[in-house]
């Protein structure tokens, strides 16, 4: 999990911890070596083979430096981050009644003492509790989705949280009890409607509204995809929305399947090798600066990309008019490969937004 998703491994790695914390004394110990013995163990096998048979500084580089700079630039709200936390009015009143319940219970464990909690599971249950709201949080936060994504972790919160608020409704009747079940079956009704849409959906970000969805005709390796017909490809100037039309995609597929060569797509459009049927001739999965490749400048990476262009024998670059964080700004923080396509290729034809330059002839040249 660590290795696909780092905000993700590091901030649910308390929680094994507290597994541990909470365990019965005896076998505490035991349990914390197995524990340190069992991660100590994994992280000597995988630096081994890192310093064997990979190269340790590009995994620095690309999974330790650059994941915890984009991170901490979305935590701030420069990144484009969910610097606002729009959830709805159910999820907060959930989050509110299980975090006042969690600290109800610590604070009764408290009052009577730690040494007498034995066989008591509820002290465990609230931190678990506080711990994956305040979790749940920090994912939306420094993630670039709908924060219904975050969503995801409320059964879990719901699970360790709803056995504290049970004990402290102890007691007070059946008439409150049936209204805490009720209560619960309607949060939980309205989280699986709404989890079962968002599946459904697949919505990871707001489109416009009206907006239809139509598969790419034609495509074989494209199915069962559904294009949108209002997908932003970028914003002009004066602040137009462009929008990338699905039958654009489909004539500039074919053009592509048709050459029957090697070809490369700058910078977001990735995909497209999909469609095609072939994999990218580079290594970078698209073009995002800070998140896929350095803020700062690295004539390595610029050289990596272009000597993986000439082994693969490019003969078609494909260039997006517009893209979100602009072309030609992209380009222009790879000045090697900007060079690279200038000196080898030349403007041949236009589908849509998109840019198609054939290769000129010629040797290739630096």
Known sequence: AFLSKQNFAVFFLPLLFLAVAFAPPSPKIGRLHSLWGGVAAVVAIFAAWLLLFSDWRLFVQYFLAIPIGEGLRRFGGSA??????????????TNLGLSIS????????????WAERRGDNHPFLATCTLF??????????????????????????????????????????????????GVGAAVVSFLVVVGALSAWNR????????????????LPNARPLLWCDQTPAGITEDGRLVVTFKEDVERLTRYLVARKSGFFVFPDFTALYGFVGTSSPQPLLWFHKGLTYPMEYDKRLDEWIVA??????????VLEEFSWFTTGERLNDFPLLKRFVSANFAEKKRIGI?????????????
């Open 308 to 317: 993986s262009l000439k082994k693969n024998k490019i003969d078609t670059v």
């Open 203 to 218: 919505q990871a970000n707001d489109f416009p509204s009206p907006a239809k969805f139509e598969p790419l005709s034609g």
């Open 132 to 181: 994956l709201i305040t979790y749940s949080y920090l994912m939306i936060k420094t993630t670039n989705n709908n924060p219904v994504n975050s969503w995801a972790f409320l059964p879990l919160i719901i699970g360790f949280g709803y056995p504290n608020v049970k004990r402290l409704a102890d007691g007070s009747g059946k008439t409150v009890e049936r209204i805490l079940k």
């Open 354 to 366: 998109y840019l198609i330059y054939e290769k000129n002839g010629k040797r290739d040249t630096d």
């Open 102 to 113: 969690a600290c109800a219970v610590l604070f009764s464990t408290a009052r009577k003492g």
């Open 80 to 93: 484009g981050g969910n610097s606002e936390i729009r959830l709805n009015a159910v999820i907060i009143f």
